[in-house]
């Protein structure tokens, strides 16, 4: 096979009628590849080579069809943005149409390289063996930066393994970056705690980097980005640039629906370079069942093609109540995060987020 004619295969499942389909799957093939009637290409390379092609098609039930197509590697030009845009970019404007997944050559695999880090590498940093991790949010956005810093100070004392910044925490005059993160780093050192704080990047690529020398002056190790509001190639960009940074990927902006979740994060996610990849458990603030969260956190997990594997990270309005339920459910392999319910406990925050730190020792 020439690397002209190397393929990935997107599966989408769309809704339709059965007469419909074989017609809708290759309106498909060719909307995601060379977008125009395939009957005006007179280029033989592009017709055998380039243009989309259906592999397979499935009836789920339901007036639901899994559809198989063959993309070429080549229109990617292996770069994070051109290639969520070849599988998804036009065809995510019809509604009834979800991109279920995407199977990849090795060499695309090698080409974007995955996590640097991955869940052993986080564990090394907190020094947590094999058990489950544990993280915090800070917040509330409006406070000043020794504000913020005296609540990172209670979380660490507690020996919570991280802390993250709020994702609408950004560059906000009343809490510059430049002036927060270091602030916040030497009240979490001052704990004496392993705790690694994850400052959030916002901006342009530029500001992100700029940003990313100050987390390195202030001795941290990682980072929280939110790649669908960054950019895809932004983020890929950062990760290839610091290696000895860690990035948890945050889902805001993600949750159209119109993208698997498990592969938009287990997958896409963690192919671009997340050590851990946030998302909404189920039973809490948001929708996903538990079946979604399950097959999420197992692609996360999941050997692939030697990269490293990115830790999952349920989320969004969790409680100390649900800790062994949640281990049960996701196994050690997890890093739970905890945000309101240690917030909402005041001056006592140290002794529950110690509370925390203990159910995933027990």
Known sequence: ????????????????????????????????????????????????????????????????????IGLAVATTGLEAGQLLNMLFGNTSMHPDVVLHDVELPGDVLVA???????????????????????????????????????????????GLDFIKDDHGIADQAYSP????????????????????????????????????????????????????????????????????????????????????????FGKLFRLLGADAVVFANHGGRFGYTPATCQALAQTALASWGGLKPSIPVPAGGMTLARVPEMLQFYGKDVMLLIGGDLLSAGDRMADEAAKFQQAVLN
Do not use: W
Not at 6 to 13: D, E, F, S, W
Not at 120 to 143: D, E, I, W, Y
Not at 210 to 224: F, H
């Open 177 to 264: 970056f430049a002036a927060r993160v270091p602030v916040i780093a030497e009240a979490v050192a001052k704990t004496g705690a392993r705790t690694v704080y994850l400052p959030s990047l916002s901006g342009h690529l530029e500001q992100m980097r700029r940003q990313i020398a100050i987390v390195r002056a202030a001795g941290l190790k990682g980072v929280l980005i939110a790649p669908m509001i960054a950019g895809l190639a932004t983020f890929h960009q950062l990760v290839k640039d610091n290696p000895d940074i860690a990035f948890m990927g945050h889902p805001a902006m993600a949750g159209s629906g119109q993208i698997a979740p498990p592969l938009l």
């Open 112 to 158: 974007f390289g995955g996590p640097r880090h991955g869940i052993a590498g986080l564990r090394t940093m907190v020094g947590a063996g094999n058990r489950a991790l544990t993280c915090s949010a800070l917040k509330p956005q409006g406070l000043p930066p020794e504000g913020l810093a005296a609540i990172a100070a209670q979380m660490a004392r507690g």
């Open 1 to 68: 096979m020439t690397q002209s004619s190397a393929r990935l295969t997107a599966i989408y499942r769309v809704t339709d009628a059965p007469r419909n389909i074989a017609a809708r799957a290759l309106a498909i093939a060719v909307e995601q590849s060379v977008e125009m009637p395939v009957a005006a290409i007179t280029s033989r390379m592009v017709l055998d080579d380039i243009v989309g092609r259906v592999d397979d098609i499935a009836d789920l039930g339901n007036g639901v069809f899994e559809v198989r």
